[in-house]
């Protein structure tokens, strides 16, 4: 791993920052002159530096500025719409706290990467809509404030597929479209792709996504991370601009599972701004995730494996992937019940989907108040601004009824259909004992950029987002070019615990994840 010392990187940061126009901070006459690695660096090695004074706050936030600088828009990478211009200035009290009560709090300055769907106080938040540019909330976003609360940093809002409309690409018509870090000729997915892209390229520590159908473990998938959909009702979305308010939720997207379950543990819970979160109560372990990061996790496990979804005509290198990861599972412990099978699957599956967005954006967009610069969808359509790949779902969305039908479009705990099918899916993991289901989130690898009829393989969209179960992807392994792949893990409602276990043990067992070449540590007084 490329090393650097992070006081003599701080000294020569000034002129790059200066340049890019960020303030200068001054270094701190205590910090020591130990080595300290940036890239790929988790929560818990962020914290072991500022014990032993290593690094502080400031230098680490100087660093990953440094980086957004060198590499975002001069790859084209693409990733970031805008960065926290307070955010040294956050980092400065960030460490007066530390100093004052030597304590550090569970995110104490953990940089995230917002995606800017996330209402985040004093920086704008769009949706990727041009029709939203200068729109600056007065409130967090529940999970915001939580992440906030934890002594987390806000330090940029990422890039996204406009309104979250695309699974496949992320292009906004606010900033354009962002690229895959590991081969830039290649999509991150979508919609999280701006999260997912700059993560992935360790231009912030962790990430926020949200997920209506693949939007955070697609984009991890296509980018070597760990994306985790919880389970409806667990995380609040207040806050946050909804698609399908149904199956939306929002997630952590990080390099590592442990950092993963370090933000959930701060993420989840009870908020009365989101009803649906009243389900969780009770649900979440009193001690936390944290506990079940044990890389023994898989010893004794069984895993059923899904082949009705891996074997939807299967690109052969991911399918090859698979196959070995199945065989790690089992090296790692696990008895694997291949194949397990939901009866009439694509009956139970079929006529999940509602086309809810016209409501849930007017209310999103009601609820932020006059300054809003739309209050609705309609607003949105006449404006004219908005990417034209949009076009048409705007169009379909603004013809739907605005009110959700009663019997049909309600959540995941009172819809006949989508407790059907999750009682389906549940009942067979019960008849075969087995604590999750497993096959990979993307049966291709990521498409090429332009490449519409490359959007094929997505099995995120099928099962979690309509039954409301936890769904979590981790790297696999890598096919043609260099291109991520991941393998996703079903689990029960409320099971978060026993993925997170999982997870950490084929993660620990097999350690796919590597930076992209593209991106490495940069060169001391460089920044391009």
């Known amino acids: ?191 999280s792709g701006g999260t997912a892209a700059a993560v992935g390229a360790n231009l912030g520590t962790v990430g926020l996504g949200t997920d209506t159908g693949n939007s955070i473990r697609g984009p991890s998938s296509h980018t070597a991370l760990v994306g985790f959909r919880p389970t409806l009702g667990l995380v609040s979305r207040a806050g946050i601009a909804p698609l399908y308010l149904r199956n939306d939720t929002g997630g952590p997207m990080t390099r590592t599972v442990a950092d993963a379950t370090r933000l959930l543990e701060v993420m989840a819970g009870y908020d009365p701004a989101d009803p649906l979160t009243k389900y969780s109560q009770g649900k979440i372990p009193p001690a936390g995730y944290q506990p079940f990061l044990r890389k023994d996790g898989l010893k004794g496990a069984r895993i059923g494996v899904l082949r009705t979804l891996s074997e939807r005509k299967p690109d052969p290198q991911v399918k090859a992937l698979f196959e070995q990861a199945l065989a790690d599972l089992r090296q790692a412990g696990a008895e694997i019940i291949d194949p397990v099978q939901i009866p009439d699957f694509a009956q139970v599956s079929k006529d999940q989907w509602c086309a809810v967005f016209q409501h849930d954006i007017n209310a999103y967009l009601g609820f932020l108040g006059p300054t809003a610069p739309v209050k609705n969808l309609q607003q949105i359509i006449a404006s004219g601004k908005f990417a034209p790949y949009i076009a048409e779902n705007l169009s379909y969305h603004q013809q739907q009824a605005e009110a959700p039908t009663a019997t049909t479009c309600t959540d995941a705990y009172t ?92 993660e620990q067992a097999t350690k796919h994840r590597k930076a992209p070449a593209l991106f490495p540590a940069l060169p001391p007084g460089k920044t391009k």
Not at 43 to 69: M, N, P, S, W
Not at 450 to 461: A, E, H, L, P, W
């Open 415 to 506: 819809d006949p259909k989508r407790i059907a099918f999750r009682q389906a899916v549940t009942a067979v993991m019960d008849r075969y004992q087995v604590g999750a289901l497993v096959y990979p989130t993307w049966n291709n690898p990521p498409a090429k950029v332009g490449d519409r009829k490359g959007y094929q393989g997505d099995n995120s969209q099928l099962i979690a987002p309509h039954t409301g179960q936890p769904a979590f992807t981790v790297p696999m392994g890598y096919t043609y070019d260099n291109l991520p792949a991941g393998l996703q893990f079903l689990g029960r409602s409320f099971d978060e615990a026993a993925l997170i276990q999982y997870t950490f043990a084929y």
């Open 1 to 191: 791993m490329r090393r650097f010392l992070c006081i003599g990187l701080f000294l020569l940061l000034a002129s790059a920052l200066g340049h890019a126009g960020y303030p200068l901070p001054a270094p701190s006459p205590h910090a020591s002159q130990e080595v300290f690695p940036l890239l790929e660096t988790t929560i818990a090695e962020i914290h072991q530096a500022f014990r032993k004074g290593d690094c502080t706050c400031e230098q680490l936030v100087t660093a990953y500025l440094r980086r957004i600088e060198a590499y975002d828009q001069p790859t084209k990478l693409n990733a970031l719409v805008l960065t926290n211009p307070q955010a040294l200035e956050t980092a400065r009290q960030l460490d007066t706290e530390y100093r004052k009560t030597k304590k550090l709090r569970p995110l104490h300055c953990i940089p995230v990467i917002v995606k800017d769907n996330y209402n985040t106080v004093g920086l704008q938040t769009t949706a990727g809509s041009l029709a939203m540019k200068g729109f600056i909330p007065t409130k967090d976003a529940t999970v915001v404030d939580r992440l906030k609360g934890a002594g987390a940093l806000v330090l940029a809002k990422s890039n996204m597929a406009e309104w979250a409309f695309s699974p496949m690409v992320s292009i906004s018509s606010l900033a354009g479209e962002t690229l895959n870090p590991y081969n830039l000729l290649h999509v991150p997915a979508g919609s």
